[in-house]
């Protein structure tokens, strides 16, 4: 069982930075690969960044590339979302998602990801 915790979220002001972490609560990331997903009020859930940890490969969707930025704390068996100047469209619950790594490339479908966290809300006021 892959359990996975995110945290770090909460209300920001527009222009600051964030970075949300993701836990697994038991067991290492070293077969996984591992991905953020955000959602925002109304909207479908979007891909926003993948890493490979044992490759430690960080992959951005193009459309989140020079804000966002996904990396791996091998030491505390973390990976990291940083987020900077904030906008108030990157208000949603941000998931951190996990599947077996197989040798492939990122994925950026979450139906390609069997293990899910419970998310961490953003809010980014104006």
């Known amino acids: 069982q892959v359990q996975l915790v995110e945290s770090g979220g909460g209300l920001v002001k527009a222009g600051d930075s964030l970075t949300l972490a993701c836990a697994r609560s038991r067991g290492s990331f070293i077969s996984y690969n591992i991905a953020w997903f955000r959602q925002a009020p109304g909207k479908e859930r979007e891909f926003v960044a993948a890493?490979?940890?044992?490759?430690?490969?960080?992959y951005v969707a193009d459309d989140m590339k020079g804000r966002f930025t996904i990396s791996r704390d091998a030491a505390k068996n973390t990976v990291l979302l940083q987020v900077d100047s904030l906008k108030p469209e990157d208000t949603g619950v941000y998931y951190c998602?996990?599947?077996?790594?197989?040798?492939?490339?990122?994925?950026?479908?979450?139906?390609?990801?069997?293990?899910w966290g419970q998310g961490t809300q953003v809010t980014v006021s104006s």
């Open positions: 998602a996990a599947r077996v790594r197989n040798g492939d490339g990122p994925r950026t479908s979450g139906e390609d990801y069997r293990y």
């Open positions: 890493i490979s940890w044992m490759g430690n490969a960080p």
